[in-house]
């Protein structure tokens, strides 16, 4: 009997391994990075810092190099909850990059365990908390580069966040470009002991330094450096979106199926906004109800209103 369990747990070890490997993202592909992303090899990160390891990085090793940098262009921090708000924006600061040394404070950081299989995709995005936005310069470019072969959907989603939480919208975005849950860099950098169990990674733990790490800005301008792969981005991201969620949709009301009726969907950002926000969008949906066409209008059967909040 004994000997059965021995070789029922080596044959469920090794499925847990082929799983596992399947989920590793493919290394080559980063080979073609647009200039909107720069690629590190052995990294560590701790509390928003980037910690090098790669002697190329290191000042006095003999293959010292250069200390490289993360050069943000014209990326626009605003804040959770006001990111609307004219006057609070402000230029995301350069990250910090610095060699390892032998002054390590953490244990992690003193004898790094480098992580061959989770490849985080650090996201710098212009104005993060703006729907618009986040949907048009980030969401979009990641589909383009993942359907021209430059991102492995198997990345794990990274965002820099300055240590605030990532809005409903963010999380439910981006969950058809990767199979594990969304993070922010606040929590992969923080001090949390390995075997933490974690759902961002394929790796299952709290690993903070790894073989690959991947760190990409989005802004209006990066469509510009990216193939030209789709015709319509914005078009074909919507409906990955729409085809990832459609088994939860809920049945369509009869009332939006009936094509005989004018349908309008009022599209509003959250009533907490401190700009843009339809303070009367109740109203609004109670005149889109009664509308009346113009005189001489033939077969008009009414109007369908949809009052729908960005996020939810």
């Known amino acids: 009997m004994y000997r059965w369990q021995v070789v029922v747990s080596v044959w469920l070890h090794w499925l847990l391994l082929l799983a596992h490997a399947g989920l590793c993202p493919d290394a080559a592909s980063m080979s073609r990075l647009p200039p909107t992303c720069q690629w590190l090899a052995k990294v560590c990160v701790d509390q928003n810092v980037y910690v090098l390891y790669d002697n190329k990085y290191n000042p006095r090793h003999e293959l010292f190099q ?10 626009s921090a605003d804040y959770y909850g006001y990111g609307d708000v004219w006057g609070t924006h402000f230029s995301h600061p350069e990250p910090l990059l610095r060699p390892a040394t032998g002054g390590e404070e953490t244990r992690e950081l ?6 061959r299989c989770t490849i985080p995709l650090i996201i710098y995005a212009s104005r993060l908390y703006m729907y618009g936005h986040f949907f048009t310069n980030t969401v979009a ?19 820099d966040t300055f240590g605030m939480q990532l809005e409903r919208f963010q999380r439910f975005l981006l969950a058809p470009f990767t199979p594990f849950d969304v993070t922010t ?3 992969l950098s923080s001090r949390q002991p390995y075997e933490r169990p974690e759902s961002y990674n ?6 903070r330094c790894f073989w690959n790490l991947l760190a990409c800005q989005f802004n209006a301008n990066t469509s510009g450096h990216l193939p030209k792969t789709l015709d319509s ?26 094509n005989s009726k004018l349908r309008v969907l009022i599209a509003v950002l959250p009533r907490r906004s401190k700009l843009r926000a339809l303070v009367n969008q109740d109203q609004v949906w109670s005149w889109c109800t009664k509308f009346k066409p113009p005189a001489g209008v033939k077969d008009w059967h009414g109007t ?9």
């Open 185 to 187: 860099l606040s929590h």
């Open 202 to 207: 394929p790796d299952g733990q709290h690993g």
């Open 66 to 75: 250069h200390v490289p940098r993360l050069k943000l262009d014209n990326i």
């Open 141 to 159: 470019s990641i589909h383009v580069m993942q359907q021209s072969g430059l991102l492995d959907r198997r990345l794990s989603i990274v965002i």
């Open 304 to 312: 369908s209103c949809l009052l729908h909040e960005f996020g939810q």
């Open 233 to 258: 981005p914005l078009w074909s991201t919507g409906q990955t979106i729409l085809q990832h969620y459609r088994h939860k949709l809920p049945p369509i009301d009869p009332e939006f199926a009936n």
């Open 110 to 115: 003193a004898h790094p365990q480098f992580s």
